[in-house]
């Protein structure tokens, strides 16, 4: 049986698998397959889907973040760090319509100096950035970026991901 299809069987039964009390380790079972499925999806998004790009490194965080995300037209992606983000922008730039990224990150790149490298290299693509703290005086964002502060609501989340569907890519001449 394949990998999706497990996940789709354990999904359809985890509302009343959750009614019922479900058991720690089959909570983490279900949390695994589905977060499996979610990266294999990641690598092989449909033709002409956009892509919102979650860029997080606590794990939970991001995956409350993609969890909101996967409930607009976006296909949704998680990176665990800036470095992460730009390999995947280097395939998939074009495709990639929002991204939301912590300023806090992982590794030798924060959230603003990844949203100054996506204005220059892919400028189409609508950038949100996130903390828990305002970002230091002389890291200003790059103009057209968003500041939401967390802890971020899911509404203001879904608002940005509905006016980076909305405004679609030129397309390339």
Same mark, same amino acid.
């Given at each position: 049986?394949?990998?999706?299809?497990?996940?789709?069987?354990?999904?359809?039964?985890?509302?009343?698998?959750?009614?019922?009390?479900?058991?720690?380790?089959?909570?983490?079972?279900?949390?695994?397959?589905?977060?499996?499925?979610?990266?294999? !999806?990641?690598?092989?998004?449909?033709?002409?889907? !956009?892509?919102?790009?979650?860029?997080?490194?606590?794990?939970?965080?991001?995956?409350?973040?993609?969890?909101?995300?996967?409930?607009?037209?976006?296909?949704?992606?998680?990176?665990?760090?800036?470095?992460?983000?730009?390999?995947?922008?280097?395939?998939?730039?074009?495709?990639?319509?929002?991204?939301?990224?912590?300023? !806090?990150?992982?590794?030798?790149?924060?959230?603003?100096?990844?949203?100054?490298?996506?204005?220059?290299?892919?400028?189409?693509?609508?950038?949100?950035?996130?903390?828990?703290?305002?970002?230091?005086?002389?890291?200003?964002?790059?103009?057209?970026?968003?500041?939401?502060?967390?802890?971020? !609501?899911?509404?203001?989340?879904?608002?940005?991901?509905?006016?980076?569907?909305?405004?679609?890519?030129?397309?390339?001449?």
């Amino acid at each position: 049986m394949k990998l999706d299809q497990i996940g789709q069987a354990l999904a359809s039964c985890y509302d009343n698998l959750v009614a019922e009390g479900l058991p720690d380790e089959l909570a983490a079972l279900v949390r695994r397959v589905d977060r499996a499925e979610r990266e294999a !999806r990641a690598k092989q998004p449909a033709p002409g889907f !956009r892509i919102a790009l979650v860029v997080e490194d606590e794990d939970e965080t991001r995956e409350l973040a993609e969890s909101v995300l996967e409930e607009t037209d976006l296909h949704v992606v998680g990176c665990a760090s800036a470095e992460q983000a730009l390999t995947y922008l280097q395939e998939h730039g074009g495709e990639v319509a929002l991204v939301f990224a912590d300023i !806090r990150l992982a590794g030798d790149m924060d959230g603003v100096q990844l949203a100054r490298a996506i204005a220059t290299l892919w400028p189409c693509t609508r950038l949100v950035v996130t903390s828990g703290v305002d970002p230091e005086p002389g890291e200003a964002l790059p103009e057209g970026a968003v500041f939401i502060p967390k802890p971020w !609501r899911a509404f203001d989340v879904l608002v940005e991901a509905e006016r980076a569907s909305r405004d679609r890519a030129p397309p390339i001449a």
